[in-house]
């Protein structure tokens, strides 16, 4: 269920970040303005369109977001650190020849 949700989330996410890169600019701070699109649509229709696009992909992006949270939160079982058994320390390994002859 969680990767089904995982994948949708993902999908919706590269949907979003694309129809929000074919709005146009409104600012032009670089002086790059969004030219007409050629006569596909008017400018209002666009816009009118590119925004309801928008609200419904982030209204799904934000609810799978939630859904996503609270299925991991359900999974995890409250715990403590101190509730964890010690490691038990290991005794240092004693070497069984020297690596460098001794010389005599």
Same mark, same amino acid.
Do not use: N
């Given at each position: 269920?969680?990767?089904?949700?995982?994948?949708?989330?993902?999908?919706?996410?590269?949907?979003?970040?694309?129809?929000?890169?074919?709005?146009?600019?409104?600012?032009?701070?670089?002086?790059?303005?969004? !030219?007409? *699109?050629?006569?596909? &649509? /008017?400018?209002?229709?666009?816009?009118?369109?590119?925004?309801?696009?928008?609200? $419904? %992909?982030?209204? !799904?992006? *934000?609810?799978?977001? &939630? /859904?996503?949270?609270?299925?991991?939160?359900?999974?995890?079982?409250?715990?403590? $650190? %101190?509730?964890?058994?010690?490691?038990?320390?290991?005794?240092?390994?004693?070497?069984?020849?020297?690596?460098?002859?001794?010389?005599?």
């Amino acid at each position: 269920m969680t990767t089904v949700i995982l994948v949708i989330h993902l999908l919706l996410a590269i949907a979003l970040v694309c129809v929000i890169l074919l709005q146009r600019s409104e600012g032009g701070v670089f002086g790059m303005g969004g !030219g007409g *699109m050629g006569g596909f &649509m /008017t400018g209002r229709a666009t816009a009118d369109l590119l925004t309801r696009t928008t609200t $419904i %992909l982030a209204a !799904g992006f *934000m609810a799978t977001s &939630m /859904t996503l949270a609270i299925l991991s939160s359900t999974d995890r079982q409250p715990s403590s $650190i %101190l509730d964890q058994p010690r490691p038990v320390p290991l005794s240092p390994a004693q070497p069984s020849e020297p690596s460098v002859p001794l010389a005599k």
